[in-house]
């Protein structure tokens, strides 16, 4: 853990419609009044979204804010990985959240890169400390990891290879973040550990995201959730509101580095979580 002040940053996706980018501009316009350290914003299996990825970068360093785009390795081979970093450090890009990635739908082989670690040991070998490297954690472990320790060494792996500091994949359960920070540093892995946060927007949408990345909703919270259905939004974010705004306070006042909020693009739950916490 650290005393330094903490980091607060937001996520976005890249929209895939004139509509979506318009929304997201707005969004951006009130989530900019709480003067985040930067906004990150995530890449398509494959590179699939980088377009759209770049142009959403430079959309909020033309604002005046840092942004971070999102890197993954599968697929990608070094001379593309240069044409992209070349691309972006000629713009002013300095951070980038380096990850592996998930391969696209019928894509069967990685590539020259496997893991983030590859990832980002080609960055620092090829631009130095050129740019700053977020990766990414998992505190209740990579849903492909063959045991939790596994899954540790390989983070320890990618934080060795040159990482700057990790975001980690959302959780519900504060404990389980401890534990793992706990781990980490028995290891000799020093580098900031910042939470994620996943507001909670409905619970349809959050099964199938923790199916997906397996992140776990404590049986309590499911059960809950499922009593009010989709239908009931209000209730939901009502409920949401209070569990994330207990689990941010634990974190932060148990030493957690800073908080990166997952947006999916809106601002009102997010403010007002900023506001219950009372951050400035």
């Not at 980018?21 to 709480?34: D, F, G, I, N, S």
């Not at 942004?67 to 450090?89: F, N, V, W």
């Not at 496997?114 to 700053?132: P, S, T």
């Amino acid at each position: 853990m650290t005393t330094r002040k903490p980091s607060f940053s937001f996520e976005f996706f890249p929209p895939k419609t004139p509509a979506g980018m318009e929304k997201l501009r707005t969004t951006r316009k009130q989530l900019a009044q709480l003067r985040p350290e930067f906004f990150s914003v995530t890449y398509g299996a494959g590179g699939t979204t980088r377009d759209r990825t770049l142009e959403t970068v430079l959309e909020i360093q033309a604002e005046g804010f840092e942004a971070a785009p999102h890197l993954s390795c599968i697929g990608a081979t070094p001379d593309s990985l240069r044409e992209l970093l070349d691309d972006y450090r000629q713009r002013g890009i300095t951070r980038i959240v380096a990850l592996r990635g998930d391969l696209p739908s019928g894509m069967v082989e990685t590539g020259e890169f496997r893991y983030a670690a590859d990832l980002v040991a080609f960055i620092r070998r090829e631009y130095g400390n050129q740019f700053r490297l977020e990766i990414a954690a998992y505190p209740e472990t990579h849903p492909e990891a063959r045991s939790a320790r596994d899954g540790l060494i390989n983070f320890k792996r990618k934080a060795d290879a040159g990482a700057d500091s990790a975001i980690t994949q959302y959780f519900y359960n504060a404990d389980a973040y401890f534990h793992f920070v706990d781990e980490c540093e028995a290891l000799g892995v020093a580098l900031p550990i910042i939470p994620g946060i996943m507001p909670i927007y409905n619970y349809t949408q959050l099964a199938r995201f923790s199916d997906a990345c397996g992140a776990e909703i404590p049986r309590w919270m499911r059960k809950k959730l499922e009593d009010y259905g989709d239908d009931d939004l209000p209730s939901i974010h009502a409920f949401g509101l209070d569990v994330v705004t207990a689990l941010c306070d634990k974190l932060l006042r148990h030493g957690a580095p800073g908080l990166h909020f997952y947006t999916l693009n809106q601002s009102a739950i997010v403010s007002t979580l900023w506001q219950r916490l009372g951050l400035r």
